[in-house]
């Protein structure tokens, strides 16, 4: 099984395609289809449509301002497993 990212599922949208919002190098936010695999740990596994060095945003989707075109300052964050 090959495994692209894990997420929290809080920065997916899920309607007909499901998408994350990435960081482009220009710091211009893009939208990315991506497709999900089953939550391990607390985190979502996202199958398809990220590389590894991509940057999702974690944060302030529900900002008007952070949608695909917007440029932003993205801000280093982290995202931690459930302890078992």
Known sequence: MKISHFFIDRPIFASVVSIVF?????????????????????????????????????????????????KINPQKGEIVAKAN
């Open 22 to 70: 990435v960081v482009g190098s220009d710091n211009v936010v893009q939208a990315r289809p991506v497709t999900l695999g089953q939550i391990v740990d607390g985190l979502r596994v996202v199958r398809e449509g990220l590389k590894p060095e991509d940057k999702v945003v974690l944060d302030g989707l529900a900002n008007p301002m952070v949608r695909p075109g917007a």
